[in-house]
């Protein structure tokens, strides 16, 4: 921070908070405010709340009073979860002492130190965590646009999508086609392509709809569990999927929302049933607006704490950020939050910080009693989230086996949502 900017926050009558030292007694409590209530954001605000014992005002900025969870709406789509079970309030963090402002913010004013609310509101911070979640770009496929999102659904905005993309999948005849536009790197997940991929299989192949093909154009030459999907694909759904690297499709020229046309440099398909497009991703709006971004879209964080590197009184969390070898998960976003809440805690009241470290698994369901994972450990090094210790499903693993994965997967569910609701 600036001399001058020093001056005009002292000038202005605002708290100025020295980065990395507690609040000064007597200056009545810190205050943190947390943008997005998602995986990473109800996670970071619900840990400081609770762990503070009420010496930090914790507020939570968030428009939804229900949150639908990405993470398993692939299971929804293949028939495996309700809707509803994909639906979580905030009564649980407002228990735990969270602050709820059900509004939009509209913008970050580093300067004074506030996030500008929708109805022009302002909420003074001495720290920040966002989790802003991500921003389609909707000129990365050509032909498409947000218009034409309830004719070519994306479904990675978990809500009205997830529900319109069920109604088309239900829609589909037998021997109709369906074509997915796979994102490019990094993009969030889940909902992950290929196991979208996978339950439109399981829906069409047991309601009798078996002749229907999956075509997926991928700008991508492999993808992550990529052998598990293609073994699983041939075992369940023989003849049904087809994946092109872009060295076979010679790449995605456009699309036509009007005829549902598909042209890639390989083959014009036309009529499609269903053409699912999921575009290229950034970071949310209110982080790119508030020059937390860098030239690629998303926001570089201090590996240690997941604070900005463009401003250390705000940190970063979930698939907004820049996350080195993590991946954009709802996994990840909760283990980033509680590192998050941790350097929070520690800036804000002076308790004790503990080295960062990170978890994460992704489970992937293929089929009934078939599902698969990768995941590991991590740590800041060389300026960046590391990987040092890995694991991945094995190829030709047992029933047995597979069948206990997705127990752990539905177990994840029931635990990941219950840290993060309370």
Same mark, same amino acid.
């Given at each position: 921070?600036?001399?001058?900017?020093?001056?005009?926050?002292?000038?202005?009558?605002?708290?100025?908070?020295?980065?990395? *030292?507690?609040?000064?007694?007597?200056?009545?409590?810190?205050?943190?405010?947390?943008?997005?209530?998602?995986?990473?954001?109800?996670?970071?605000?619900?840990?400081?709340?609770?762990?503070?014992?009420?010496?930090?005002?914790?507020?939570?900025?968030?428009?939804?009073?229900?949150?639908? +969870?990405?993470?398993? $709406?692939?299971?929804?789509?293949?028939?495996?979860?309700?809707?509803?079970?994909?639906?979580?309030?905030?009564?649980?963090?407002?228990?735990?002492?969270?602050? /709820?402002?059900?509004?939009?913010?509209?913008?970050?004013?580093?300067?004074?130190?506030?996030?500008?609310? *929708?109805?022009?509101?302002?909420?003074?911070?001495?720290? /920040?965590?966002?989790?802003?979640?991500? &921003?389609?770009?909707?000129?990365?496929?050509?032909?498409?646009?947000?218009?034409?999102? &309830?004719?070519?659904?994306?479904?990675?905005?978990?809500?009205?999508?997830?529900?319109?993309?069920?109604?088309?999948?239900?829609?589909?005849?037998?021997?109709?086609?369906?074509? =997915?536009?796979?994102?490019?790197?990094?993009?969030?997940?889940?909902?992950?392509?290929?196991?979208?991929?996978?339950?439109?299989?399981?829906?069409?192949?047991?309601?009798?709809?078996?002749?229907?093909?999956?075509? %997926?154009?991928?700008?991508?030459?492999?993808?992550?569990?990529? @052998?598990?999907?293609?073994?699983?694909?041939?075992?369940?759904?023989?003849?049904?999927?087809?994946? =092109?690297?872009?060295?076979?499709? &010679? @790449?995605?020229?456009?699309?036509?929302?009007?005829?549902? +046309?598909?042209?890639?440099?390989?083959?014009?398909?036309?009529?499609?049933?269903?053409?699912?497009?999921?575009?290229?991703?950034?970071?949310?709006?209110?982080?790119?607006?508030?020059? /937390?971004?860098?030239?690629?879209?998303?926001?570089?964080?201090?590996?240690?704490?997941?604070?900005?590197?463009?401003?250390?009184?705000?940190? %970063?969390?979930?698939?907004?950020?820049?996350?080195?070898?993590?991946?954009?998960?709802?996994?990840?976003?909760? $283990?980033?939050?509680?590192?998050?809440?941790?350097?929070?805690?520690?800036?804000?009241?002076?308790?004790?910080?503990?080295?960062?470290?990170?978890?994460? +698994?992704?489970?992937?369901?293929?089929?009934?009693?078939?599902?698969?994972?990768?995941?590991?450990?991590?740590?800041?090094?060389?300026?960046?989230?590391?990987?040092?210790?890995?694991?991945?499903?094995? +190829?030709?693993?047992?029933?047995?086996?597979?069948? *206990?994965?997705?127990?752990?997967?539905?177990?994840?569910?029931?635990?990941?949502?219950?840290?993060?609701?309370?």
């Amino acid at each position: 921070m600036t001399v001058s900017r020093r001056h005009f926050l002292a000038a202005a009558g605002l708290a100025v908070l020295p980065l990395g *030292a507690p609040a000064v007694l007597g200056q009545g409590k810190p205050r943190l405010v947390v943008v997005g209530g998602g995986a990473g954001g109800a996670t970071a605000a619900r840990y400081v709340a609770k762990d503070s014992a009420g010496a930090i005002e914790v507020t939570l900025v968030e428009p939804n009073r229900t949150y639908v +969870t990405c993470f398993h $709406s692939n299971l929804f789509l293949g028939g495996f979860r309700s809707f509803d079970s994909l639906l979580h309030g905030y009564e649980g963090l407002a228990k735990d002492g969270v602050r /709820l402002v059900h509004e939009a913010a509209s913008a970050i004013d580093r300067d004074r130190r506030e996030v500008v609310l *929708a109805s022009g509101g302002r909420l003074p911070y001495d720290r /920040l965590i966002l989790s802003p979640g991500i &921003d389609l770009n909707y000129g990365s496929v050509p032909g498409w646009s947000k218009e034409a999102e &309830d004719i070519m659904p994306h479904a990675w905005k978990a809500g009205p999508q997830t529900k319109l993309l069920k109604a088309k999948l239900d829609q589909v005849p037998d021997g109709g086609l369906i074509v =997915m536009i796979a994102p490019p790197n990094p993009y969030r997940c889940p909902p992950g392509p290929y196991e979208r991929v996978s339950m439109m299989a399981h829906v069409l192949k047991t309601t009798g709809r078996g002749r229907a093909k999956i075509i %997926v154009i991928d700008p991508k030459q492999k993808f992550s569990k990529q @052998g598990l999907f293609q073994e699983g694909w041939e075992k369940h759904y023989s003849g049904m999927v087809e994946w =092109m690297a872009p060295d076979i499709s &010679d @790449g995605l020229k456009s699309v036509d929302p009007k005829t549902s +046309t598909v042209v890639t440099g390989f083959e014009t398909y036309r009529d499609a049933a269903l053409v699912n497009v999921i575009p290229a991703q950034m970071a949310g709006a209110i982080a790119r607006q508030a020059e /937390l971004a860098d030239a690629s879209g998303w926001c570089p964080i201090d590996p240690d704490s997941m604070a900005s590197r463009m401003e250390a009184a705000i940190f %970063v969390i979930g698939d907004a950020a820049i996350p080195g070898d993590m991946p954009k998960s709802a996994f990840a976003a909760n $283990s980033q939050a509680k590192v998050a809440a941790m350097k929070a805690r520690a800036d804000l009241i002076g308790a004790r910080a503990f080295p960062a470290r990170y978890a994460n +698994t992704c489970w992937s369901l293929i089929a009934p009693d078939d599902a698969v994972k990768v995941g590991g450990r991590y740590a800041p090094a060389d300026g960046k989230i590391r990987e040092v210790e890995g694991f991945i499903s094995k +190829t030709g693993e047992p029933p047995e086996l597979r069948r *206990a994965t997705q127990g752990e997967n539905m177990g994840w569910y029931a635990a990941i949502t219950a840290d993060i609701f309370g």
